[in-house]
């Protein structure tokens, strides 16, 4: 399958997702094995991860969702861009979303944010089941980035807003 392909793919299993269908191991499968055609660290390649960690752990599969979100050492990086501009979040906007940014390069930039928030998130709830200590300093770090980098820069956090509901 061509890399556009297996992007579309992704992005239909996301969709699937989203709608609580979990049904689709045969196209995961598909997405996994071509997953070498993806640029390493892009949206479509983290996002292939945490979709199939997803998969896996919604059937019970835990080893298996381990070694796809670990798989290539992807979500690990994403996660250590996070703890990174969430300790210089002042210099995030100006690096990242200056004022003049076009709109589709800010939105795909922010995809790529988000998807390693995603990653980030999902690696800190596999530590979570492996009673890993690691756990609360990624949950941590990831809501510093969300509210110092991304909130900031005028994204939603709808982390934030449903506590702010709360409230």
């Known amino acids: 399958?061509?890399?556009?392909?297996?992007?579309?793919?992704?992005?239909?299993?996301?969709?699937l997702i989203r709608a609580g269908d979990f049904s689709r191991a045969g196209l995961l499968k598909q997405c996994w094995e071509d997953r070498q055609k993806l640029p390493k660290g892009e949206l479509y390649s983290l996002r292939l991860r945490t979709i199939a960690w997803e998969i896996h752990y919604s059937r019970g599969e835990f080893v298996?969702?381990?070694?796809?979100?670990?798989?290539?050492?992807?979500?690990?990086?994403?996660?250590?861009?996070?703890?990174?501009q969430g300790r210089q979040s002042d210099r995030f906007i100006g690096q990242y979303f200056?004022?003049?940014l076009p709109g589709?390069?800010?939105?795909?930039?922010?995809?790529?944010?988000?998807?390693?928030?995603?990653?980030?998130l999902a690696m800190a709830a596999?530590?979570?089941?492996?009673?890993d200590k690691r756990r609360d300093e990624m949950f941590d770090a990831t809501q510093k980035f969300l509210e110092e980098c991304l909130?900031?820069?005028?994204?939603?956090s709808f982390c934030i807003d449903r506590a702010d509901d709360r409230m």
């Open 1 to 15: 399958m061509t890399e556009r392909t297996l992007c579309r793919n992704i992005e239909r299993l996301r969709r």
């Open 64 to 84: 298996a969702a381990t070694e796809c979100l670990r798989d290539n050492g992807e979500i690990e990086t994403g996660a250590e861009h996070i703890f990174q």
């Open 98 to 100: 200056p004022p003049k």
């Open 104 to 120: 589709k390069v800010r939105k795909a930039r922010y995809d790529l944010w988000r998807q390693r928030v995603m990653g980030a």
């Open 126 to 131: 596999d530590d979570f089941l492996l009673d």
């Open 151 to 156: 909130v900031k820069a005028g994204f939603p």
